[in-house]
């Protein structure tokens, strides 16, 4: 089943990937990602996911923690945490195809509704384990649907569903399960962390960010640290930096637009923080960034 669905996936992404290597699919948050060579570090704030690994390898890390990991593994992450990415191994003639699905918290509230009491694990924002026969099953059968878009409309939806039950019964099961417990610590860090992503460039209090999570001043700080690893100034000031990097790359804006763009009232200021997360001062790593993307 696993080289079926890597040749599913693979042919899918030859033909529609972009030039950063996104192929993406009518399917409700899924993507297949596709790269040709060894990729330079990605820094992310990213949101509850699982990806599957079916040819070649990668490198995340949060935090302290790092994982390698390749193919017939997948990693998830189960909350809104920053983390530093690299495909480790990919070539022209073998490249790197992973499938990356957005979890959906509606989905996997109602499935935690029928399914009932599971194991409930919250320690581990990010884990990598070897695939399970019957989730790469059900996102065969998913995948084999992108050329028929009559039969995708219809049946799509219920093949997504079984993917997250799938997800939600296996050994991720207790990770997962806390997207759809209503009142969940996750679930309310959650709420704080949508405010931030949507007010990353103003100055937002630690008090409105606890109320929108509906906890105390100091459960908030706790619960907030444990969730997603950093504080919320932490948290905020990582989303900026991300932000202002990808304005940079992407965009061509100058150093000083980014900065003030995404909130910092000081160009050195911004050029310390940037220098202290991404290892060089913006300008250098900008340009060896391009470089590499030249390079390649």
């Known amino acids: 089943m696993t080289d079926q669905l890597l040749d599913c996936a693979g042919r899918y992404a030859d033909a529609h990937a972009d030039r950063t290597g996104v192929a993406t699919t009518p399917i409700d948050g899924l993507v297949i990602l596709r790269e ?104 065969f059968r998913l995948l084999r649907l992108l050329d028929r878009p009559r039969a995708l409309a219809v049946l799509g939806p219920q093949l997504s569903r079984e993917l997250h039950y799938w997800l939600l019964s296996g050994r991720h099961g207790g990770a997962i399960r806390t997207l759809g417990v209503t009142g969940s610590h996750a679930q309310r860090v959650a709420r704080a962390v949508t405010m931030l992503r949507a007010r990353y460039a103003e100055p937002v209090k630690v008090e409105t960010l606890a109320e929108a999570a509906g906890m105390s001043l100091s459960a908030f700080h706790v619960h907030f640290r444990s969730i997603t690893s950093l504080s919320p100034l932490q948290f905020q000031k990582q989303l900026r930096l991300i932000e202002a990097r990808r304005r940079m790359l992407a965009l061509g804006e100058a150093i000083s637009d980014a900065a003030y763009g995404v909130g910092y009232e000081s160009v050195p200021q911004f050029t310390r923080e940037y220098g202290r997360m991404f290892g060089l001062p913006p300008a250098r790593d900008v340009r060896q960034a391009r470089t590499q993307v030249n390079a390649a």
Not at 61 to 67: A, D, I, L
Not at 128 to 135: G, L, S
């Open 36 to 139: 040709t060579a060894p990729s330079m570090l990605q820094y992310a704030v990213s949101k509850p996911l699982v990806a599957l690994v079916l040819q070649g390898r990668k490198r995340v890390t949060m935090g302290n923690q790092t994982f390698d990991f390749g193919a017939g593994e997948s990693l998830l992450i189960t909350t809104d945490v920053p983390t530093v990415s690299q495909i480790t191994k990919a070539s022209r003639v073998l490249p790197h195809y992973s499938l990356v699905l957005g979890l959906d918290p509606i989905t996997i509230a109602g499935l935690v509704g029928e399914i009932g009491l599971v194991p409930f694990e919250a320690d581990r924002p990010v884990r990598v384990d070897p695939t399970e026969a019957e989730v790469a099953d059900a996102a």
